[in-house]
């Protein structure tokens, strides 16, 4: 039988280290637990990086996974498939979007994003511009493409050259945006909530500024929804909290559930830039994913899901800001919306986070400092409760 130990040391013999993988190896998984090849349970407020917002292994998702596998599970997009319709009809009542192209992954949907930018000027607008406008901190996939539009320059080293076209601003100030712009510049891409950036969030001022630009300069707004959507933050889409109109968005992550799914979803017009032959992708769309993310649409949208997570959100938020009111010399912010939330440490937290998931709790650092959470939208208060009571008990027992 594989063990923990077994496993790590096969992964190092076979897989390539891309990966900097934390001491645990998951056997399985239900709801919103882990288990390990010993059967240690921990409680997951990562879920998969905001893929598994119903949780893991959610049986109504394995049952139309199961019921599809029987049916068709791919094709290729040479055929019209029922799925597809049906997955596209659904996901675009969530927005203000006409089209959607469906894809692999998170990264896919972004470049496929850039792409149709580029070509809606080109041959929509019959424009040279093709520059697009980022913010730092941001992070927007690991192709060429994406990772030079990503606003960290540590995932950059030893890439270069980089594909040209790509810009990046201070995010949130206000006055570095009119100045970015030039006769080049065709749209500004940002995500309302910095994930992998540390849990920032975009202040109004600062989309108001966004809106204006755009509105001066006819660029477009591409809006990175990859992992704020699908409910994380208490409405279904980031934006929609801003009453924002975006020309462009890009989902992935929770969108099918656990299966790798990405979707690009465009304004009509804009999404005819993109013609037969333009664009492509062969898995995208496929059956199997497409029926395992119509389930999860269904799911949360019957189980009131998006306003648990509303609620639930501020609930954590007011716990947390107590922890922070009683450790005010070890964590210097609480932050997030919905169930997308981080804990800013006032020092580097990979000894808390350590200890943390030794006492069974899985989450995640990002920028050194800031525990991230990003439970399955099925937590109850109670989980909240008990990982605020082990951080509150981590912290007092650290060093100051």
Same mark, same amino acid.
């Given at each position: 039988?594989?063990?923990?130990? +077994?496993?790590?040391?096969?992964?190092?013999?076979?897989?390539?280290?891309?990966?900097?993988? +934390?001491?645990?190896?998951?056997?399985?998984?239900?709801?919103?637990?882990? +288990?390990?090849?010993? &059967?240690?349970?921990? #409680?997951?407020?990562?879920?998969? =990086?905001?893929?598994?917002?119903?949780?893991?292994?959610?049986? /109504?998702?394995?049952?139309?996974?199961?019921?599809?596998?029987?049916? $068709? =599970?791919?094709?290729?997009?040479?055929?019209?498939?029922? %799925?597809?319709?049906?997955?596209?009809?659904?996901? $675009?009542?969530?927005?203000?979007?006409?089209?959607? *192209?469906?894809?692999?992954?998170?990264?896919?949907?972004? /470049?496929?994003?850039?792409?149709?930018?580029?070509?809606?000027?080109?041959?929509?607008?019959?424009?040279?511009? *093709?520059? #697009?406008?980022?913010?730092?901190?941001? *992070?927007? &996939?690991?192709?060429?493409?994406?990772?030079?539009?990503?606003?960290?320059?540590?995932?950059?080293?030893?890439?270069?050259?980089?594909?040209?076209?790509?810009?990046?601003?201070?995010?949130?100030?206000?006055?570095?945006?009119?100045? @970015?712009?030039?006769?080049?510049?065709?749209?500004?891409?940002?995500?309302?909530?910095?994930?992998?950036?540390?849990?920032?969030?975009?202040? /109004?001022?600062?989309?108001?500024?966004?809106?204006?630009?755009?509105?001066?300069?006819?660029?477009?707004?591409?809006?990175?929804? =990859?992992?704020?959507?699908?409910?994380?933050?208490?409405?279904?889409? @980031?934006?929609?909290?801003?009453?924002?109109?975006?020309?462009?968005?890009?989902?992935?992550?929770?969108?099918?559930?656990?299966?790798?799914?990405?979707?690009?979803?465009?304004?009509?017009?804009?999404?005819?830039?993109?013609?037969?032959?333009?664009?492509?992708?062969?898995?995208?769309?496929?059956?199997?994913?497409?029926?395992?993310?119509?389930?999860? $649409?269904?799911?949360?949208?019957?189980?009131? #899901?998006?306003?648990?997570?509303?609620?639930?959100?501020? %609930?954590?938020? %007011?716990?947390?800001?107590?922890?922070?009111?009683?450790?005010?010399?070890? =964590?210097?912010?609480?932050?997030?919306? &919905? $169930?997308?939330?981080?804990?800013?440490?006032? *020092?580097? &937290?990979?000894?808390?986070?350590?200890?943390?998931? %030794?006492?069974?709790?899985?989450?995640?650092?990002?920028?050194?400092?800031?525990?991230?959470? #990003?439970?399955?939208?099925?937590?109850?208060?109670?989980?909240?409760?008990?990982?605020?009571?082990?951080?509150?008990?981590?912290?007092?027992?650290?060093?100051?």
């Amino acid at each position: 039988m594989a063990d923990n130990n +077994y496993i790590k040391d096969s992964t190092s013999k076979f897989i390539c280290p891309t990966y900097a993988r +934390y001491p645990l190896g998951v056997d399985r998984a239900r709801g919103c637990f882990l +288990y390990d090849f010993n &059967g240690r349970e921990y #409680l997951d407020l990562l879920s998969g =990086i905001s893929v598994c917002n119903l949780g893991h292994s959610h049986p /109504e998702v394995v049952s139309a996974i199961k019921k599809q596998a029987d049916k $068709l =599970i791919h094709v290729s997009n040479l055929f019209y498939q029922r %799925e597809q319709v049906e997955l596209a009809q659904a996901l $675009l009542e969530t927005c203000a979007m006409d089209k959607v *192209f469906f894809c692999n992954s998170g990264a896919e949907a972004n /470049e496929g994003a850039i792409k149709l930018l580029r070509r809606y000027m080109k041959n929509i607008k019959k424009q040279d511009r *093709f520059e #697009l406008i980022t913010m730092s901190g941001s *992070f927007h &996939g690991r192709t060429l493409a994406t990772l030079t539009a990503t606003g960290q320059d540590k995932i950059k080293q030893g890439f270069a050259p980089l594909p040209p076209g790509f810009k990046t601003v201070e995010f949130n100030q206000v006055d570095g945006l009119e100045k @970015a712009i030039t006769p080049n510049t065709a749209g500004i891409m940002l995500e309302i909530i910095q994930g992998e950036g540390g849990i920032r969030m975009v202040s /109004e001022l600062f989309l108001d500024e966004v809106i204006r630009v755009c509105n001066r300069h006819d660029l477009l707004l591409i809006v990175d929804e =990859i992992q704020t959507g699908m409910g994380r933050t208490g409405q279904f889409w @980031a934006h929609q909290h801003y009453g924002l109109k975006p020309d462009i968005m890009t989902s992935a992550k929770a969108l099918a559930g656990g299966l790798p799914m990405g979707a690009v979803l465009a304004r009509d017009e804009i999404a005819q830039a993109f013609d037969a032959g333009s664009h492509g992708t062969t898995f995208g769309g496929n059956p199997l994913a497409c029926a395992a993310a119509l389930k999860t $649409l269904d799911i949360i949208s019957r189980d009131g #899901l998006v306003r648990h997570a509303a609620e639930l959100g501020r %609930e954590a938020l %007011e716990i947390f800001s107590r922890l922070k009111a009683k450790h005010p010399k070890k =964590i210097n912010d609480v932050r997030g919306k &919905g $169930l997308m939330l981080g804990i800013e440490l006032t *020092f580097p &937290g990979t000894g808390i986070w350590r200890a943390l998931l %030794e006492k069974g709790f899985v989450l995640n650092l990002t920028q050194d400092t800031v525990l991230r959470l #990003l439970p399955p939208l099925i937590i109850s208060k109670k989980q909240i409760q008990d990982f605020a009571k082990t951080l509150d008990q981590l912290l007092h027992d650290s060093q100051d």
